[in-house]
């Protein structure tokens, strides 16, 4: 795994982790702690710029989101994400959107809400652990 950015709040805490796993072709965004709306914005910023400078020449496919340490709700962001996240890294390769799901109840509704969005470029699918997701993106990567 290669670290990419720490993403820090306004406190100075890194909330969010930013890696590329080159042995199975993912991003990975692990977040930590409680995380405003803009904060999450800020880190998938920072993963969109990751799509378009490095993802594209790599083939990058699936972008995953480690959600088991964060905290709150973060569903005021997931129009955003739907709207002009997913639009800008689908014409840069992207396709997958995978979720580890947070035991925090609203961390978990935003996932199932931004799970239940309409989007025909970016597919989300949601695990409990990160062992399931990589096992099931190296099957999806074998049908692409």
């Known amino acids: 795994m290669v670290t990419i950015e720490k993403f ?3 406190a100075g805490d890194v909330y969010a982790t930013l890696a590329y796993k080159p ?5 990975l965004m692990r977040w930590i702690g409680y995380c405003s709306e803009e904060d999450v914005k800020r880190a998938s910023i920072g993963m969109m710029n990751w799509q378009k400078n490095e993802g594209q020449s790599k083939k990058c496919r699936f ?7 964060i905290q709150g709700a973060w569903i005021g962001v997931v129009d955003w994400i739907r ?21 925090d109840l609203f ?20 695990f409990e652990t990160l ?7 190296i099957e999806k990567y074998k049908s692409l």
């Open 23 to 27: 042995s199975k072709n993912y991003l």
């Open 63 to 69: 972008h995953v989101h480690d959600t088991k340490e």
């Open 107 to 126: 961390s978990k509704m935003s996932s199932l809400a931004l799970k239940n969005q309409n989007s025909r470029q970016v597919t989300t699918v949601l």
């Open 8 to 10: 820090r709040n306004q």
């Open 83 to 103: 709207d002009e996240m997913w639009p800008f890294c689908y014409q840069c390769g992207l396709r997958y959107n995978i979720s580890i799901t947070s035991p």
């Open 131 to 137: 062992v399931a997701a990589e096992s099931w993106l």
